[in-house]
């Protein structure tokens, strides 16, 4: 299940059971996107025992991801031909 609060404000939501284990599973993911390529998570994980409802394992954990841009050197502006010629020595 899906939730957009904004383009860049969601959650995400998965409910998973396994039959051969007797294991219910969840997990939630809040997700805010603060600039492109980067975007800061919560999830909430957690497993239950389907026959006693007992929890298993829980989590919450923070993510953050950032895109790092690499500066552009900038262009060489090439010299006029009369200056080149005068450092060789030609004028």
Known sequence: ????????????ALLQYN???????SNIRFNIIHRPLSDFFFVYNEHRDELTGLMQDRSLIAKMTYMVAS???KPQIPKPKSQVFRALGFF
């Open 1 to 12: 299940m899906n939730y957009n609060f904004s383009t860049k404000v969601f959650v995400n």
């Open 19 to 25: 039959t051969d284990s007797h294991q219910l599973s």
């Open 71 to 73: 500066k552009k050197p």
